[in-house]
T-cell receptor
């Protein structure tokens, strides 16, 4: 089954304790992205990757890191989490656009993070 | 730059009534427009998309949307609401040749018996 998986689904942590949220896709997609969802703000892009070893900042990258060492995986790293990073996080993936056509992005089930 | 405005953070309808969720966009390039649905405790699922061609787009679960360039709108409709349509709906825009999605703030659809 084609899917994007995220782990963990729920996480409660304390300020300053490094954490990693994993994201994996089995569709051979080049493009992967992280979003955070906050009430009243919709989804905002944190980081994205066009392929292995190619990553770039989105709209709200402060406090986050990513890496893309393998095509299928795109982990999100919070080196020193703070309470303002409490949010619902989504990973998404898709093929890269060709000939000006944009492909559908497939979303993972989400990770609800609480930082106290 | 691209942006999306969804009018109404909450929309309430009765079962069997028309559903209309509004989306207006701003884009400096020809827009690609999407509607996603999010059911409670789930990720986002694509309802429908407009890229080029026919301006009336049909999606899953009986939803459709019409791209109106003159009005910069992409409103989502369904003739008859069902209880199972209760969810949050997001309109999003991107453009030719790139994958970044810019989302609206979402509209929560409430369906009453």
């Amino acid at each position: 089954e084609a899917q994007v998986t995220q782990n963990p689904r729920y996480l409660i942590t304390v300020t300053g304790k490094k954490l990693t949220v994993t994201c994996s896709q089995n569709m051979n997609h080049e493009y992967m992205s992280w979003y955070r969802q906050d009430p009243g703000l919709g989804l905002r892009q944190i980081y994205y990757s066009m392929n292995v070893e190619v990553t770039d900042k989105g709209d709200v990258p402060e406090g986050y890191k990513v890496s893309r060492k393998e095509k299928r995986n795109f982990p999100l790293i919070l080196e020193s989490p703070s309470p303002n990073q409490t949010s619902l996080y989504f990973c998404a993936s898709s093929f890269l656009p060709t000939s000006g056509f944009a492909y559908e992005q497939y979303f993972g089930p989400g990770t609800r993070l609480t930082v106290t | 730059a691209q942006s999306v405005t969804q009018l109404g953070s909450h929309v309430s309808v009765s079962e069997g009534a028309l559903v209309l969720l509004r989306c207006n966009y701003s884009s400096s390039v020809p827009p690609y427009l999407f509607w996603y649905v999010q059911y409670p405790n789930q990720g986002l699922q694509l309802l429908l998309k407009y890229t080029t061609g026919a301006t009336l787009v049909k999606g899953i679960n009986g939803f459709e949307a019409e791209f109106k360039k003159s009005e910069t709108s992409f409103h989502l409709t369904k003739p008859s609401a069902h209880m199972s349509d209760a969810a949050e709906y997001f309109c999003a825009v991107s453009g030719p040749g790139f994958q970044k999605l810019v989302f609206g703030t979402g509209t929560r659809l409430l369906v009453s018996p």
